[in-house]
C-alpha cells in the first residue's frame, strides 16, 4: 500500500483540529496492517499514541520506525518524539541515546540539544547538561526553551546566579505565557530574596496554569519565606 507523507500529515492535522485521536490511531492501525513493514506509518502510529500517553505501545511503534529506512528529516523527528516518550516514561538513559542518535544524523535542531540537556540534569549529569543547552543556544540563541533550563540550573546548582537571573528574564520575555519559565524566574528571584517579585511571578504563573501542583508548591514555599 502506498501513501503519501501529505496524507499521513492530513491525517495528524485533522486529529490535532478535532482532538479525536482515536479515529486517526485507528485509520492508521488499519493501514499497518495491509502493509506491516511501512516505517513512515508507523512512526505517524507511535506518535499519535504517544500524544495520547498510550505510551508503551506509541513506543513500540516509533521503535519500529526508527530501525525503517525513512529519510533524514524523518528519521530526525522520529528519534526525538521516541527520546521525549522516553523522558516521559522516566527512561532517562533510553532518551539520551535516542537524542544522541538524533543529533548524529547531522540535522542542526537546537531542540535536540535542550532535550538532551534536560534529560542530563535529570540523570544528575549537571555539567553534560550544561553544555548541551549552551549548543542549543548557539545554533539558535532566542531558543526560550534551552534559555529557560540553562537559568534554571545555573541558579538550582548555584553555578552562576547573576547568568541564571538573566536567562530566566529573557525566557520570560520571549514567552510570557509559559508558567514554567514565571515559575523559574520566581525561583530565581527567591534565590536573591526578592520575595515581592517572586510571588507576583507566581501570581502569573498560577493564573495561566492554576491547577499546577510544583507552582502551587512553590508558592506555599514562598509565602513561608515571606511570614519568616
Known amino acids: 500500500m502506498n501513501v503519501s507523507v501529505n496524507e499521513l500529515e492530513d491525517i495528524l492535522s485533522q486529529s490535532t483540529d478535532t482532538g479525536n485521536y482515536e479515529v486517526a490511531i485507528d485509520q492508521l492501525a488499519n493501514m499497518l496492517e495491509q502493509d506491516p513493514e511501512n516505517g513512515l506509518v508507523s512512526f505517524y502510529l507511535g506518535l499519535l499514541l504517544v500524544r495520547v ?24 523527528r522520529c528519534l526525538i518524539f521516541l527520546g521525549k516518550a522516553y523522558a516521559d516514561v522516566k527512561a532517562f538513559s533510553k532518551a539520551e541515546r535516542a ?3 538524533a543529533l548524529q544524523t547531522g540535522v542542526p535542531e537546537p531542540g535536540a ?12 549529569m549537571t555539567n553534560q547538561a550544561i553544555d548541551a543547552l549552551r549548543k542549543a543556544l548557539d545554533i539558535d540563541p532566542s531558543y526560550a526553551s534551552a534559555i529557560n533550563n540553562l537559568g534554571y540550573i545555573l541558579i538550582e546548582t ?11 528574564r529573557k525566557a520570560v520575555e520571549l514567552d510570557p505565557k509559559n508558567p514554567a519559565y514565571r515559575d523559574s524566574l520566581a525561583r530565581a528571584l527567591m534565590e536573591s530574596s526578592s520575595y515581592d517579585e517572586a510571588k507576583l511571578e507566581l ?14 508548591k512553590r508558592m506555599k514555599e514562598l509565602l513561608k519565606k515571606m511570614e519568616k
Open 99 to 101: 537524542f544522541r542518535e
Open 53 to 76: 500517553q498510550n505510551y508503551q505501545r506509541g513506543i513500540r511503534y516509533l521503535e519500529l520506525a526508527r530501525s525503517s529506512p525513512l529519510d533524514l528529516g524523518q528519521k530526525f
Open 158 to 168: 548555584k553555578k552562576d546566579i547573576e547568568e541564571g537571573m538573566t536567562l530566566c
Open 113 to 124: 540539544y535542550s532535550a538532551l540537556g534536560a534529560v542530563f540534569y535529570e540523570r544528575n
Open 203 to 216: 501570581e502569573n504563573a498560577l493564573e495561566i496554569d492554576p491547577d499546577n501542583l510544583l507552582i502551587t
